[in-house]
C-alpha cells in the first residue's frame, strides 16, 4: 500500500494510540443522522478497505458491532474517540469508513459534506 507523506492526511485520536493516514484526499465526506453516527457526531470519508494506514489497530482499539452486523466502529481503548469503521468480512471491494474529526480542522473544512438521512429514509438531503 502506498500511502502519501501529505501530513493534513494524518490524523490521531485524541490520546495519539491510534493513528489513521488517509491514501488521499477525499472528495466528499458525509455526515449521517442514524441513531449511532449522530450520537457520535462523526464526519465519514469512505476509503477501499484496507487503502488506509491504522496503526495502533488492533492493540489500542475496541469495537462495536450493531444494526446489521455487517461492520463494526472502531475506538481507541485509553481516550475512547472514535477513529474509523471497518467490514466484518473484509472482503476485496468492500469500503471501511474514517472519522475524519481526527483530523486538522482547517483542512476538514475543505473538504465538502454531503448530508445523509440513515434515520429514515436512506436517500441524500442535499
Not at 22 to 50: D, H, M, T, V
Not at 66 to 94: F, I, M, N, Y
Request: proline residues 5%; neutral net charge; glycine residues 8%.
Amino acid at each position: 500500500m502506498s500511502t502519501s507523506s501529505d501530513s493534513s492526511l494524518q490524523g490521531t485520536c485524541h490520546c495519539g494510540a491510534v493513528r489513521l493516514t488517509l491514501p488521499s484526499k477525499p472528495e466528499k465526506s458525509l455526515r449521517c443522522n442514524c441513531s449511532i453516527c449522530r450520537r457520535l457526531g462523526a464526519q465519514w470519508a469512505y476509503f477501499e478497505f484496507g487503502s488506509v494506514l491504522v496503526e495502533g489497530h488492533p492493540e489500542n482499539t475496541m469495537d462495536y458491532v450493531h444494526g446489521d452486523k455487517t461492520l463494526r466502529t472502531l475506538r481507541c481503548k485509553t481516550c475512547g474517540v472514535v477513529t474509523h469503521w471497518e467490514p466484518l468480512d473484509g472482503q476485496a471491494g468492500s469500503r471501511h469508513g474514517v472519522n475524519l474529526n481526527n483530523f486538522d480542522p482547517e483542512w476538514v473544512q475543505t473538504v465538502p459534506v454531503r448530508r445523509f438521512d440513515g434515520a429514515d429514509s436512506w436517500t441524500y438531503l442535499d
